[in-house]
């Protein structure tokens, strides 16, 4: 379940005042209310899903990119399935490090898995196991 924010570039309906630091929402499909930390970049606190204090980071077109490192003890999720990048053609990641890598779409299920002296290809369709054929560069 995903909570929706509301957008905090308008005015509170609450309060009928610019949204402000310390201003307060209920989520109405949780009934979970949240605290508003910072509107710059926006950031709300409170108890969430799950029953846990959590902060949630809102991210859309009205807020100031976010710089340094975002660190997570949980997963990192789109709300919809395979309609969400990460990057554009322009915009790339750098690096990827992961563990065994999944990629799953319409035409395929597969999982690259790094084994001691190899990388092989599992089809999660079929179970099959496929070794890539590597010739080293000289």
Do not use: C
């Not at 929402?25 to 606190?45: E, F, I, R």
């Not at 959590?54 to 100031?64: E, I, K, P, Q």
Request: proline share 4%.
């Amino acid at each position: 379940m995903a909570i929706d924010f509301p957008d905090t570039t308008g005015t509170n309906p609450a309060t009928g005042s610019t949204w402000a630091t310390g201003d307060t929402y209920t989520d109405a499909g949780t009934s979970y209310q949240y605290s508003l930390n910072s509107t710059s970049p926006v950031l709300w606190s409170g108890v969430g899903i799950g029953g846990s204090d959590a902060s949630y980071l809102r991210l859309d077109a009205t807020n100031a990119p976010l710089t340094g490192v975002l660190t997570t003890d949980s997963g990192i999720r789109p709300t919809t399935d395979n309609v969400t990048d990460l990057g554009t053609s322009s915009l790339r990641w750098a690096n990827i490090y992961t563990g065994d890598l999944h990629l799953k779409n319409d035409r395929g299920d597969w999982t690259m898995i790094e084994e001691d002296d190899a990388l092989t290809l599992r089809n999660n369709d079929t179970g099959k196991v496929f070794n890539i054929m590597m010739q080293e560069r000289v």
